[in-house]
């Protein structure tokens, strides 16, 4: 790649980093209404959140991903884990309960170089197992591909451990890709998606 193809992916994330919500195109579309769930969604940067929220990420996070981490390289360190959940510039898209206003999921990302070219990575996406198996996993999903690619970003990607089968074939069938420069011989690949398949849908 060039430096100037370089310079240019760092202006793409640089500019998308500096919007004070990259969901205000898609606000018509930050609720979820459908198989008994009233849901509705909010951006915010970390920096913004507040503590009883962090705990409440945090909370959801640990529940779903302890005993996984445990179980893998990885292991479960929650200084490391907290230090990245609410860096800078993670950007979290939140997801309540329209009644009681209680988180029931969230999504980290952040727009960053990665290969050398622009990406929305999508850190995490945890789901309350209540809401689970209700089509807002994927409603979510196309959610984040259709903001990456307004955006501009060459690839949507992220990181899956391979022991989490279900997970893999969910992305799968989102026609996620093994990304080229996902180690072989690591416990995990590297995922991706390099156009919009995904269309968004009011509910």
């Known amino acids: 790649m060039s430096n100037n193809q370089l310079d240019k992916s760092i202006k793409a994330v640089k500019m998308a980093n500096g919007l004070k919500d990259p969901t205000e195109p898609f606000s018509s579309y930050m609720n979820y209404s459908k ?22 990420i945090f909370s ?17 360190n929650e200084k490391e884990k907290r230090a990245e959940l609410f860096h800078k510039d993670a950007r979290y898209i939140l997801v309540c309960n329209s009644t009681n206003k209680s988180l029931v ?37 196309s959610l984040m591909e259709n903001i990456a690619f307004h955006y501009n970003m060459k690839r949507i990607a992220l990181t899956v451990l391979k022991s989490e089968i279900n997970v893999i074939n969910f992305y799968f069938s989102l026609q996620y890709e093994i990304e ?14 390099k156009s919009k398949t995904l269309e968004l849908v009011n509910n």
């Not at 996984?68 to 990885?74: A, I, S």
């Open 180 to 193: 080229s420069y996902s180690p072989e011989d690591a416990f995990y690949y590297i995922l991706s998606k």
């Open 60 to 76: 959801l996070f640990k529940d779903n991903m302890m005993e996984t981490y445990k179980k893998c390289p990885w292991e479960w």
């Open 105 to 141: 999921a969230f999504v980290h990302f952040r727009f960053d170089i990665e290969d050398l070219i622009e990406v929305l990575y999508l850190y995490e996406i945890q789901l309350e197992k209540k809401v689970r198996g209700k089509g807002l996993g994927r409603y979510l999903m």
């Open 35 to 56: 198989n008994n769930l009233d849901i509705t969604m909010h951006f915010k940067k970390a920096p913004a959140l507040t503590s009883l929220v962090k705990k409440d």
